[in-house]
């Protein structure tokens, strides 16, 4: 059953993708292509489920550098959004990309917000009919921001009815716990480990740890593992699924299409697996590009209901 589901940036950003022979550090580098791409997690969450078919709503705060660029980029793929206008400029985010294949990634910190422009963010998630939507709060904050913002913010979305997602680290994703209204987190393995406070190195170690998450009281935990694909962790069970082929390329984005993919397609178990096949066909493609449908017709994944709790993983995400 598809979901509505609406993200929340604070910090959007445009992303740069640049590919060049070689990285030469402290000379002149001139790139073989480049491309531009709407960023932040919470855009290339709505994006994704937008391309789906399904309802989105992408909220985002933008300064007057990139805001135009970024409303123009939204009104030509016909995605529904709300732009609140800030002070400052909106970042850049660069992925380099040699071509041997590896990835140099340089993000910017983005502008402050303000107290009016926070209260602005708010007072349009409110207004939005949420009842049995998903909000998803996704990103690390703005310079300045209280690492509180998110769980002020999920409030707002939990007493309209939403269902509450949220992907972040560090002491933001720690503070988002602490109120009791997050149903879902979408943590990378390094992310969860940092959580929970120790290395987990095995799929047993995630499971372990989403568990911990879960007797504080969260619903679900969708632990991205890279190239490893990803575990769905409830108080139920742990479900494990993977592209059968390894993809090669550009990470960057793919756990957000991930979540959003998983969201709005009912976030059970059947969403997993269509969301793992979604997440890996975007890597071969260029920038954030998300994959169409045909694309992702191409790859086949790999479901484990019985997770092979010894088996070692190594995020490369």
Known sequence: MRKRVISVTLNPSIDRTIKLSSLQVGRINRANSVSLDPGGKGVNLSRAVHALGSDTVAILACG???????????DSESLSHTIIHTSGVVRSNMTIIDSEGQITKINEPGAALSEKELQEVKNSLAALNLKNS???????????????????????????????????S??????????????L??????ELSELIGRQLLTIKDVIDGAQEVISAGVSSVLCSLGSDGALLITDSGSIHCESVNKM????????????????????????LETAVAWSAASVPLPGTSIPTFEQVSEIKVRVNKNPDASRTILENE
């Open 64 to 74: 007057d550098l990139g805001l135009n660029w970024l409303k123009k980029s939204f």
């Open 134 to 168: 998903w909000v998803a709060f996704a990103g690390r904050l703005n310079p300045g921001l209280a690492a509180t913002t998110y769980r002020d913010l999920a409030q707002v979305a939990k007493e309209k009815g939403a269902f509450v997602a949220v992907d972040t």
């Open 170 to 183: 560090g002491a933001e994703l720690k503070a988002a716990l602490t109120a009791g209204v997050v149903d």
């Open 185 to 190: 987190i979408k943590p990378n393995q390094s």
């Open 248 to 271: 090669q390329g550009n990470p960057v984005g793919a756990g957000d299409i991930l979540l959003g993919i998983f969201l709005a397609s009912g976030a059970d178990e059947g969403a």
